[in-house]
């Protein structure tokens, strides 16, 4: 189903969910949940964005992580699902998580060539590539040190090796990545999981939205008495 379908309904709720590395665990968390799509959201040809849900007052879009944060801070979409990684970049004022989902598991860390013995704290200038410009700023001011940000939306593990930052802040997960690219960690910024987001607005004024919040809540609660 195409956006332009979609968008002449404003009675709909809008969820938003990430592309990439959360989504495949978030289905089956959504589902229990009761929010699921058509059909046609699993189809790996199709370059739609937006989507029927089961329940007919629903709608899901699929756009990138950050976008997510900031479809919902907007109040464009009312709930959705992104890394606690994206809530911290922007920590928009109008965006709540209320529920950890306990999955999308990995980490925010700083890294650099193996071959790099000097300790950032050496210098007081440091170029970082990243796409955490906020949070990688805030890191290193900690440490006393100015990082000039070089925004990379992929391919960080090069940015060393080929001159165009000393350091780099990325995602990491098992680290093969990074050993492979002959980098290392050197510090960790952030622990991440995936969280349920919604907009504040939209949770005082719209009992559809609290009622998603508990069942994502009880869903939780459920999984981690099972564990």
């Known amino acids: 189903m195409s956006l332009d379908t979609l968008q002449h309904n404003p009675g709909q709720l809008t969820f938003a969910v990430p592309k990439g590395r959360i989504l495949d665990e978030a289905l089956p968390v959504m589902a229990r949940a009761g929010v699921e799509p058509e059909a046609a959201f699993h189809d790996p040809k199709s370059r739609a964005l937006a989507f029927a849900c089961l329940r007919p007052d629903m709608r899901i879009i699929r756009v990138r992580a950050f976008d997510v944060a900031t479809f919902v801070a907007h109040g464009a979409a009312q709930v959705g699902i992104v890394g606690s990684d994206v809530i911290e970049e922007f920590d928009y004022a109008d965006l709540y998580a209320p529920v950890d989902l306990g999955i999308g598991l990995c980490r925010l860390s700083v890294a650099r060539l193996a071959s790099d013995t000097e300790e950032a704290g050496s210098a ?76 504040r607005t939209a949770l005082k004024t719209d009992r559809r939205v609290a009622a998603l919040v508990d069942a994502f809540r009880r869903d939780g609660e459920e999984r981690s008495a099972a564990a």
Do not use: W
């Open 124 to 199: 007081s200038h440091l170029r970082v590539a990243t796409k955490y410009p906020s949070l990688t700023r805030r890191h290193f001011e900690a440490a006393g040190v100015q990082a000039e940000c070089v925004k990379l939306n992929g391919a960080m593990e090069l940015a060393p090796s080929l001159g165009l930052a000393r350091q780099i802040v990325d995602l990491v997960s098992t680290g093969t990545t990074l050993r492979e690219n002959g980098l290392v960690e050197t510090a960790t910024i952030l622990e991440i999981s995936a969280r349920l987001i919604v907009n």
